[in-house]
């Protein structure tokens, strides 16, 4: 099932309540976008999750849907709030209160692509903002909030899995205080957004594939993880970022030597994963 706004991969047979999701590996730049920005079509995937969405291709296989993203997260980010709206971007909107993603540039209209290069040279107006949410935000989360509802239809619980990737810079301050480089990030909003028996199980599976996995930081999970992750209610919502120099060359935005290996250590870890939603358990009591 594909249309603007995602592209949704379905079992043949639902086997699983995790629901896997790539909110910012979209790569389908509008000619109009592109002619409007003042980037070159490679800067401006730079905040692209780049190939997210082909390695977790086959969670379909193991009983568990796919949800990914159509629309570049550099034209309209789907793991934010539709109200972070930046003033400095778009015309008409008035600072309130601070919100750091919303002041370096990353609400849900971007102004900036990684390292803090300016989309635009000009402001937007409030009307073409909400226009991008309505056309592909609003379709995307109304998509993954069917998901969760079936999964936990069908299995009592529903635990969403939130599929990214980071620059291989980004653990740079991390690794020099660690004995090994960490490789994974998993994101649980510190224990706010699943409960940590599921959270143990997500890194055991990384773990047992031979990869170095850290929680929460630098990374601990944005809206999506705060917006869907309900451990009280049995629906859990845990971050990943991939360390991007595992599968891609990241300045030239394609895939490594090393992509089909690595695509194959993943297989079996989303195998795993999905093999935790596999049980079916009571509803709770209202």
């Known amino acids: 099932m ?10 043949l047979r639902r086997l699983s309540s995790v629901v896997f ?38 969670a379909p296989e193991f009983g568990a849907p796919l949800l990914s993203a159509a629309v570049p997260r550099a034209y309209i980010d789907l793991n934010r709030s539709p109200d972070e709206l930046d003033p400095a971007l778009i015309e008409g909107i008035l600072r309130t209160g601070h919100n750091p993603r919303v002041a370096s540039g ?9 390292n803090g290069r300016a989309i635009y040279g000009e402001k937007l107006s409030i009307a073409e903002a909400q226009a991008r949410i309505n056309r592909y935000w609003q379709p995307y989360h109304t998509q993954l909030a069917a998901l969760l509802r079936e999964a936990h239809a069908s299995f009592g619980q529903a635990i969403l899995i939130d599929c990214h990737s980071m620059p291989h810079e980004a653990l740079d301050d991390v690794a020099r205080r660690s004995p090994r480089r960490p490789q994974i990030v998993l994101g649980d909003r510190f224990g706010a957004a699943a409960d940590p028996a599921i959270v143990d199980r997500v890194e055991a599976a ?4 031979g990869l170095v996995v850290i929680r929460n930081a630098p990374f601990a999970g944005a809206y999506v993880a705060q917006a869907y992750g309900r451990p009280s209610r049995r629906q859990h919502a845990v971050q990943i970022e991939i360390d991007r120099a595992l599968y891609m060359d990241e300045s030239a935005i394609r895939p490594n030597a090393n992509f089909d290996a690595f695509a194959k250590v ?12 596999q049980e079916r358990l009571p509803l709770a009591a209202e």
């Not at 490679?42 to 692209?48: G, L, W, Y």
């Open 266 to 277: 993943l297989r079996g870890v989303i195998g795993e994963i999905a093999e935790i939603g």
């Open 21 to 58: 999701a790539s909110p910012h590996s979209g790569c389908e730049y509008l000619p109009a976008f592109l002619r409007r920005s003042q980037l070159d079509e490679r800067t401006i995937r730079s905040s692209e999750d780049a190939f997210v969405d082909r390695l977790f291709g086959c």
């Open 206 to 209: 990384f773990v047992n594939a």
């Open 106 to 114: 990353l609400g849900v209209i971007p102004r900036v692509v990684a």
């Open 2 to 11: 594909s249309n603007e706004a995602f592209h949704l991969a379905k079992p």
